[in-house]
């Protein structure tokens, strides 16, 4: 059964965006009577036919409303610097999503590359593979803020720093994750983050970690972070 995206059904029945229209009816081939799932990425899943075939506006009827109560147990906030090549970037929101982590957050620090985001593109890559992996929950996908507003976030929890540099005090983070916490953790930039921004989150209280033994590109250091969280948390 096709997938579809929306965060706005209020009522028995609801009509598909243009775009969305267009895809299921002149893309699928959808008709009158064909069943679809949308989910609207907040715990709930629709089961619905279609009752108008418009390819501009297509209606549908909800025969069935399937709900998750709640999320996971803790809250995973992933701060990943945004990649100079985008395609690497657009691939850790597919992954990040299909993990099912709670809040991405794109950021600028000093030895970023890339400095404008097109946060419209971004969010769709989300929703696709929100679709794709038919999740009943949707990551929050922030405004591109800059490395000191991270530091200082009102975030309660367990907040980490990844880096490559070699410091006595810097541990794997499967060393140093409390199982059921919530978590943010900082990914630098291909140039990683210089030190004085190392000092600075640790003076606001985030702990140094390594995630892998191995360099890392930023986009794959991401994605095994969201892995290693989920792992321990199964």
């Not at 997938?3 to 775009?19: G, P």
């Not at 600028?108 to 929100?130: G, M, Q, V, W």
């Not at 190392?198 to 209280?205: I, R, S, T």
């Amino acid at each position: 059964m096709h997938i579809f995206f929306t965060s706005d059904i209020i009522k028995n029945t609801y009509t598909l965006s243009q775009e969305e229209s267009k895809h299921c009816i002149k893309v699928l081939r959808l008709k009158i009577g064909n069943k679809i799932q949308l989910i609207n990425g907040n715990g709930k899943l629709f089961i619905c036919e279609i009752i108008d075939a418009n390819p501009k506006k297509c209606s549908v009827k909800i025969i069935e409303t399937i709900k998750k109560e709640n999320r996971k147990k803790y809250k995973f906030y992933i701060a990943v610097a945004p990649t100079k090549n985008n395609n690497r970037y657009d691939f850790f929101l597919e992954k990040a999503t299909e993990i099912g982590v709670d809040k991405i957050i794109p950021f600028i620090s000093n030895f970023s590359e890339r400095k404008i985001i097109k946060p419209e593109r971004l969010e769709k890559i989300i929703i696709s593979a929100t679709k794709q992996s038919k999740a009943f929950f949707k990551p929050f996908f922030n405004e591109l803020i800059s490395f000191e507003q991270i530091i200082n976030s009102n975030f309660i929890g367990e907040k980490y720093i990844a880096h490559c540099y070699n410091t006595n005090t810097k541990k794997h983070i499967k060393k140093v994750y409390n199982k059921g916490k919530d978590v943010l953790i900082l990914i630098g930039p291909e140039g990683d983050f210089s030190k004085e921004e190392v000092q600075q989150a640790v003076l606001k209280g985030f702990i140094e970690i390594s995630i892998s033994d191995a360099r890392l590109r930023t986009e794959t250091a991401g994605i095994v972070a969201c892995q290693i969280i989920d792992f321990i948390n199964t």
